[in-house]
């Protein structure tokens, strides 16, 4: 019996209609848009409506992935949803997910690891397709960051937006599929990047939040030197996995958190003219949500054919990072 290989039929996306340019806010924080896309390349983002949940906009991707796949949610084993911002502690977004889309037989759980969220469900589920445990699951990559950004901070404000990515990853027989995984932690480096207050450690009072200790805190710069440092090693380690190389890829969608990220990465790996793909003017930093958005715009784009080599990067707070090599 041939060995099944975990191969993503489908994908899809989703962006909150409303869009929130460099000029917008200039009104609303002492910044200006040469300022930003001078250092993040960043021309606008997506803001989830008020009453827009992380929920709302992974069943709206994971509508369009299913659609793409040719699948139906009935069929589905699993479903793990990678998001940062869950509608709430509990229930899981997942679940909010399986109810929606009638999946009744799908086990479903979130995934825990900010920007690297979408690699670390990659993982899981070619682990469990390769187990054997499962033959079609639902990865989702999410975030609402916007309802965690500090609006006043001129810092953070300009580079978060919200999107949803989703992918229904199959048991196929083959070349084509998830080729390899790497991921790595540091816990150490977990204040560089962080939301202090809300969790168990610090609940949150009328206090935390004149303090705006519920939203994001971020050392830019170190954070800015570890992610070029760890994307790179984890690009490098997952392509040695693969056994294949860096001039092998046709495509490499790195986290699109910052442009200056994005290239400094590029130029330290070995990779053909025009194989970054960038998308991060348009949206931002949308953690777990970029890199399958991006992977689901450059196939429809035509930028990604059947045998290509592609490779996923990314880094986020934890700190964790890690890559995934795909054939497509």
């Not at 977004?93 to 086990?107: M, Y």
């Amino acid at each position: 019996m041939k060995k099944l290989r975990a191969k993503i039929l489908g994908t899809g996306r989703y962006l909150p209609e409303k869009v929130l340019t460099n000029a917008d806010l200039e009104k609303i924080v002492d910044t200006s848009d040469e300022w930003i896309r001078t250092r993040t390349g960043i021309e606008q983002r997506r803001i989830a409506g008020e009453n827009q949940a992380s929920s709302d906009l992974a069943i709206e991707a994971a509508k369009m992935a299913l659609e793409n796949a040719k699948v139906k949610a009935e069929e589905l084993d699993a479903i793990f949803t990678c998001t940062c911002t869950p509608d709430m502690f509990f229930p899981s977004v997942s679940c909010l997910v399986q109810a929606a889309l009638g999946a009744k037989k799908a086990p479903a759980m979130d995934i825990s690891a900010a920007c690297s969220g979408f690699i670390y469900g990659l993982a899981t589920a070619k682990s469990f397709i390769e187990s054997g445990q499962s033959k079609k699951i639902l990865v989702i990559g999410v975030d609402t960051l916007s309802k965690l950004t500090n609006w006043k901070d001129r810092s953070t404000c300009v580079l978060f937006g919200d999107g949803a990515g989703a992918a229904i990853i199959s048991a196929e027989e083959g070349e084509s599929g998830i080729l390899s995984v790497y991921m790595r932690a540091d816990g150490s480096e977990a204040n560089i990047l962080k939301v202090p207050a809300g969790g168990s450690k610090q609940p949150t009072t009328p206090e935390m939040i004149e303090n705006n200790l519920n939203k994001i805190h971020m050392n830019g710069p170190e954070v800015y030197k570890l992610a070029v440092i760890k994307m790179v090693e984890a690009a490098k380690k997952a392509l040695e996995i693969a056994g294949v190389n860096s001039r092998d890829l046709k495509l490499i969608i790195p986290h699109q958190a910052n442009l200056r990220i994005i290239d400094s990465v590029a130029k330290r790996l070995d990779i053909q003219e025009n194989a970054t793909f960038v998308n991060v003017q348009k949206y931002g930093n949308m953690s777990s949500a970029t890199t399958i958005i991006a992977l689901d715009e450059a196939q429809r784009e035509g930028r990604i054919q059947r045998g290509d080599l592609v490779e996923l990067v990314a880094f986020g707070a934890g700190l964790t990072w890690g890559a995934s090599v795909i054939r497509w």
